[in-house]
């Protein structure tokens, strides 16, 4: 199903900061159980870009579980797709409308809710604002965003901070967006640098290591 966020039920979050609407939507849970279709209702225009520093969370640690990232990543780079082409992320309708106990589901919101008033202590909306509403720097900040995606799914999860490093460029490209804030866009930007110097280092010394044995098994 196409899914569109546009809905009666959605909060009026353009006054909210980035916790507060996280808060919001703590509060705006039905009692019982709640589908994803209702959460990104919920949550109203920046449900994508919530979703994406949920997915991104996972990865802040030095080392990630092998394979998620590629999981996760796809998901995140689908989100991307969707920002870039200004098209509704499709979900299909088992997904879409697959319920979730709201009672499982509100210590984990909590739990990122302390993510999130760490986040805003490094988000300004007032910050070099014209970075993040300019559209032609806009179409930069969506490539950004879906390069970050792909570095995610780079499978050097077992290499510590390989996975770090781009979740990282993901949660301040998508607080930037959410908050319009120009700093967390470069800092999402300098993320995505550290991460390919980082990665391509890797590289270096994998293909070094590489011919110093090949030299001694010739020898």
Known sequence: MNYDVKNKNQI???NLTLAGKLETVITELPPEEVTLKEILEIIGNDSLMFVAIFLSLVFLVPVSIPGVSTVF?????LIGISQLFKK???LPERIANRTISSERLSPVLN???????????????RRLHQLAVDDKIGLINKLSFILAALLL????GFIPFSNTLPAIALIFLAIGSIQKDGRSILLGHASNAATIIYFLAL??????????IWKHIIE
């Open 73 to 77: 990543g796809s998901a995140i780079l």
């Open 153 to 156: 799914m780079v499978p050097f």
């Open 111 to 125: 739990r990122a809710l302390i993510w999130f008033r760490r986040f805003e202590k490094f988000s300004n909306k």
């Open 203 to 212: 590289i270096a010394g994998g293909g070094m290591t590489f011919i110093e």
């Open 12 to 14: 009026d979050a353009s």
């Open 88 to 90: 509704q992320l499709w």
